[in-house]
């Protein structure tokens, strides 16, 4: 499997809840992929839908994607790219470090330039902060 199950199923997997979703245009998931604090860091928590995205990908060498990273707009403009762009290719750094080929998996930071929500309140800052995934770039 591409991800790890539980301990008392000897590492097997026990559900088939899908954490990842491609269609012909994007790729979304279940739940948000978490970032420790205002970092490029992934959590572990991001680690189980990462590993099914790979495992699609894996099977379907002819998909490629272009990361996108987003942010909202507290930071000034040069770190907010900075930081989205971090954010992007430590997704596709993980991504290819597992073994999928550079050319299928791209990435960029467009900082706080794309916002889907008002940046005047705590819940649209968290969800301007965000990944999206395009196919076929």
Same mark, same amino acid.
């Given at each position: 499997p591409y991800r790890a199950g539980d301990v008392e199923e000897d590492g097997c997997p026990t559900d088939d809840k899908k954490l990842v979703f491609v269609s012909t245009t994007a790729v979304t998931f279940a739940e948000p992929l978490q970032f420790s604090g205002a970092?490029? !860091?992934? &959590?572990?928590?991001? /680690?189980?839908? &990462? @590993?099914? &995205?790979? $495992?699609l990908l894996k099977e379907n060498p002819s998909i490629s994607i272009l990361i996108l990273g987003h942010t909202d707009n507290s930071l000034d403009d040069e770190a907010s790219y900075q930081l989205?762009? @971090? =954010?992007a290719d430590a997704i /596709?750094?993980?991504? !290819?470090?597992? $073994?999928? @080929?550079?050319?299928?998996? =791209?990435? /960029?930071g467009l900082g706080a330039t794309k916002?889907? @929500? !008002?940046?005047r309140t705590s819940a649209g800052r968290d969800r301007n902060n965000r990944i999206e995934i395009v196919v076929g770039q």
């Open positions: 970092s490029a !860091t992934l &959590l572990p928590s991001a /680690r189980p839908a &990462l @590993d099914e &995205l790979f $495992g989205s762009h @971090d =954010k /596709r750094v993980y991504l !290819t470090s597992r $073994g999928l @080929d550079a050319d299928q998996v =791209k990435s /960029r916002p889907i @929500d !008002t940046n």
